[in-house]
């Protein structure tokens, strides 16, 4: 299914929550199963791609469960719901199941991690514009931020099973080896073989860590461990692309990066998004325009999330 025809079949679905697992340090992965119309509308969404969840009638956690930093906000009610990309979209028959990875950072997620198998979940997708993949493209080196690793995974898995000729290399970044939002990374002779993380080596994807601590893997920014690992590496800028989700200071210097290598590239915006259907105009991004210095506003909703890192006027 291409990309406009999953944007047609967008809609108000119901979902069965099919798991709902804590995988790490706050990190959660919830399975959501849809069926009949969901099921098809969702079978074909593409990575970068997001849904629009309905978390208001969710429960919180019990007082003593929910981190002392989150106790103030914990209690403000949840009125609009919120965006999440996918980390694995899997359709089977007609059934589709939905990965979403998560963190517990405020009064929608903490309530998140309260449903359980069985609960039922609005909604409202699949929205926005993914991950594009060019004709001629013959390299795709994925780049992740924190809580970016989600799109990067499920572009991994297409990647892979849709491409089987295409080179695809990994790099994630974090603070700290406990703020990578992964399950779990392989041993010292998997990661010295350039297989560090599970979640990539499962498609046969070289993996590359990077923490800001040095307690995993490379230590410093995931785009200094990039740009070393491409000083290195022989690729034909032409027939490579760049993927990226993560924060905008990364992106920012990925595009940069970009430019400079004349390497294709495509990031991943994050904004507050009330609405996700373009309606409430609250999630702008400014871009290039047409003439020198002239900007335009684009919406992430709608626009995005996913840009060419050559039209983003990065803020930082």
């Known amino acids: 299914m291409a ?181 779990r990374r392989l041993d010292e002779i998997s990661s010295g073989l350039g297989f560090s993380l599970a979640e990539f080596a499962e498609f046969g994807i070289e993996s590359y860590v990077a923490t800001d601590d040095g307690s995993a893997g490379y230590e410093g920014l995931v785009t200094d461990c990039f740009s070393e690992w491409l000083g290195k590496a022989e690729v034909k800028a032409e027939e490579a692309i760049i993927y990226c989700c993560g924060p905008e200071a990364m992106l920012s210097k990925m595009a940069e990066i970009a430019a400079e290598r004349k390497i294709d590239c495509q990031v991943s915006m994050e904004r507050l998004m009330a609405c996700g259907i373009g309606v409430c105009q609250s999630c702008v991004v400014e871009c290039r325009g047409e003439g020198p210095g002239e900007t335009v506003y684009k919406l992430c909703c709608e626009d995005g999330p996913v840009f060419d890192s050559k039209e983003v006027v990065f803020g930082v």
């Open 3 to 183: 990309e406009n025809d999953s944007q047609e079949r967008r809609g108000s679905y119901i979902a069965k929550v099919h798991s709902n697992r804590r995988i790490g340090s706050g990190f959660y992965k919830l399975l959501l199963e849809f069926t009949d119309s969901g099921s098809e509308a969702f079978g074909g969404c593409r990575p970068g791609q997001f849904g629009q969840l309905d978390l208001s009638g969710a429960a919180l956690p019990p007082s003593g469960a929910i981190r002392e930093d989150l106790q103030d906000s914990a209690n403000r009610g949840v009125l609009l719901r919120r965006p999440f990309s996918f980390s694995d979209v899997t359709f089977k028959g007609i059934e589709t199941f939905v990965e979403i990875l998560y963190s517990a950072v405020g009064p929608s997620t903490l309530r998140m991690t309260t449903v359980k198998s069985g609960d039922s979940m609005s909604v409202i997708g699949p929205l926005g514009k993914g991950f594009e993949i060019p004709e001629g493209k013959k390299m795709a080196l994925l780049v992740v931020g924190g809580m970016g690793a989600g799109p990067l995974e499920h572009l991994a898995k297409v990647l892979t099973e849709d491409y089987p000729t295409m080179q695809v290399f990994a790099f994630a970044g974090a603070k700290t080896s406990e703020a990578l939002p992964f399950e």
